[in-house]
Nanobody
């Protein structure tokens, strides 16, 4: 199983980006999925989470600006980010619990860099 994160880049403050995380491999289903971020010199933090049933949770710092969604048919999760701020600058990672014929395990994507200029 691999998680491929994409969509990062350089954007001005106030702008928008959409991140994608696509899972591939011998996947039976994907349970919960989270987007995390790690800024330089800081610990990795949970930004947004979506359950298998579609329930969502967000860090207070991104509520009202970020939206997490999933397309189960494509084994893909998205993070729509709007009204970006310089403090959103970080490497963003996806993490998912994936069910395969061998059981369930958690996987990390490789990360995608988001840079927000002021």
């Amino acid at each position: 199983v691999q998680l491929q994160a994409s969509g990062g880049g350089l954007v001005q403050a106030g702008g928008s980006l959409r991140l994608s995380c696509a899972a591939s491999g011998r996947i039976l289903s994907i349970n919960d999925i989270g987007w995390y971020r790690q800024a330089l010199g800081k610990q990795r933090e949970l930004v947004a989470h979506i359950s298998s049933g579609g329930s969502t949770n967000y860090a207070d710092s991104v509520k009202g600006r970020f939206t997490i969604s999933r397309d189960n048919a494509k084994n893909t999760v998205y993070l729509q980010m709007a009204s970006l701020k310089p403090e959103d600058t970080a490497v963003y990672y996806c993490n998912a619990e994936v069910v395969t014929t061998w059981g369930r395990s958690r996987y990390w994507g490789q990360g995608t860099l988001v840079t927000v200029s002021s």
